[in-house]
C-alpha cells in the first residue's frame, strides 16, 4: 500500500498548502542586512551579511535623491528593501518600466544607510543639528554647472560665484575676481602680487594729482 493510501488526505492538503505559500513567499524579495564593498556614485555593491545563506553580492542604488548625494564607503552598513516590482528603469540599471511580472527576490533592491549605536558624534553637534560631512569635504553648489559652490575641507573654506572666489585657510585669506586678487595674511596684504603696506608709486606729483601704479 503506497504512502498516498495510509496519509488523511486532510492532513495532506494542510501540508501541501502551507508547501505552496512557502515557496511563492520565497520567490519575493525580502529586507537584508549587509554591508558595501564598492562604489560607482549612487550605485553599490552589497555583500549579505546573514549567518546560514551563501547569496551573491548584488549591485542596486542607494536609497535618496537626485540632490543630496551620500558619500557612501565601502564597509558601509546598511539594509537592502525589494521593491514589489522591477525599477531598472529609474534606478538606470536597466530600462523600461516595471510591471506585474514576478522578479527574482534580489533583482528589486535598493540600499538605505543604517545608523549605528557606535558612531562618534560630530564635534558641537546636539540633537537640533543637522550635521554634514563627507570623508575628505563637503560640497555645497546650486547646480552641476556650479555657478556658486561652498566647498569645506580640512585645508580651508572656498566660496566661488561666477569669476571670484574667495578661499579661506588657517593661514590666508585670498579673494580673487576676474585676473585680480587679495591676499592676506600673517605677512601683510598683497594686491595683485604687490605688497599693500610697503609699497612704491610711480608718477607722483604734488597737489591733489592722480599717481601712477603701484610699483
Known sequence: MSNAQKTPLSRTLSLFGQRKAIDEIAKRGQALPGHVTSVVG?????????????LPQVSMPVLGSEYIRLPIQNGDKGVAFPASVYIGGVSGLGTGTGDDTLQGNLSTLVWV?????????????DANTIALYGKLALLLLDSFSAHSSVKLASTGITLTFGSGSITMSSSS????????????????????GKPFLTHAHTGVTT???TSGPVA
Open 42 to 54: 549612487q550605485i553599490v555593491t552589497v555583500n549579505f551579511d546573514v549567518a546560514g545563506l551563501t
Open 113 to 125: 544607510p543604517v545608523g549605528n549605536a557606535n558612531w562618534t558624534a560630530p564635534s558641537g553637534s
Open 173 to 192: 585669506i585670498t579673494l580673487t575676481f576676474g585676473s585680480h586678487s587679495i591676499v592676506i595674511n600673517s605677512s601683510g596684504v598683497t594686491i595683485d
Open 207 to 209: 597737489g591733489p594729482g
